[in-house]
């Protein structure tokens, strides 16, 4: 996508989630000519631009990410943080999440339990299947008791 719009995408990317916050990072992916206006001093242009392409991409980014992930998109939030030190990632992600516990007091509590992440404990996971989640551990325990089938996070059949 950024190809069609940018004439180039980023070298690499990241993504990562927690809870219903998406998040992806993009490394490197600035053009040649903004690279020469960030290093003369035109970081603020060169957000203003990204960030008016980010508004004309925002319907094709929503489309992207509902289809690939079976949700919809309440949200779309989009920054430019321009840092050429890869190395400040786990400080970015770690931003990410203080995020996501700010807007968290106001979601539904639950989640797509595909894509949450091991440190989301059991109480997300109930909270998903809301009154289903005890019929559901029955099942579990009937069909399930060794708990076999435990990629990502699950019904425990102990629970």
């Given at each position: 996508?950024?190809?069609?719009?940018?004439?180039?995408?980023p070298k690499t990317a990241s993504t990562f989630h927690?809870?219903?916050?998406?998040?992806?990072?993009?490394?490197?992916?600035?053009?040649?000519?903004?690279?020469?206006?960030?290093?003369?001093?035109?970081?603020?242009?060169?957000?203003?631009?990204?960030?008016?392409?980010?508004?004309?991409?925002?319907?094709?980014?929503?489309?992207?990410?509902?289809?690939?992930?079976?949700?919809?998109?309440?949200?779309?939030?989009?920054?430019?943080?321009?840092?050429?030190?890869p190395a400040k990632a786990g400080a970015l992600k770690?931003?990410?999440?203080?995020?996501?516990?700010?807007?968290?007091?106001?979601?539904?509590?639950?989640?797509?339990?595909?894509?949450?992440?091991?440190?989301?404990?059991?109480?997300?996971?109930?909270?998903?299947?809301?009154?289903?989640?005890?019929?559901?551990?029955?099942?579990?325990?009937?069909?399930?008791?060794?708990?076999?089938?435990?990629?990502?996070?699950?019904?425990?059949?102990?629970?």
């Open positions: 996508m950024h190809h069609r719009y940018l004439g180039r995408g927690n809870g219903n916050v998406l998040v992806t990072l993009m490394h490197e992916v600035l053009t040649h000519a903004e690279k020469s206006l960030t290093e003369n001093g035109q970081i603020d242009a060169v957000k203003t631009i990204r960030h008016l392409f980010q508004e004309t991409m925002a319907a094709d980014f929503r489309e992207a990410v509902e289809r690939l992930t079976g949700r919809k998109v309440v949200a779309f939030i989009s920054g430019n943080h321009i840092d050429p030190d770690s931003w990410a999440k203080a995020y996501w516990e700010g807007v968290h007091p106001h979601n539904l509590g639950g989640g797509y339990v595909n894509f949450m992440s091991d440190d989301e404990g059991e109480e997300r996971v109930k909270a998903s299947y809301g009154a289903n989640f005890e019929r559901l551990v029955a099942v579990k325990r009937k069909y399930d008791p060794e708990n076999l089938f435990r990629v990502n996070q699950n019904i425990n059949p102990s629970a």
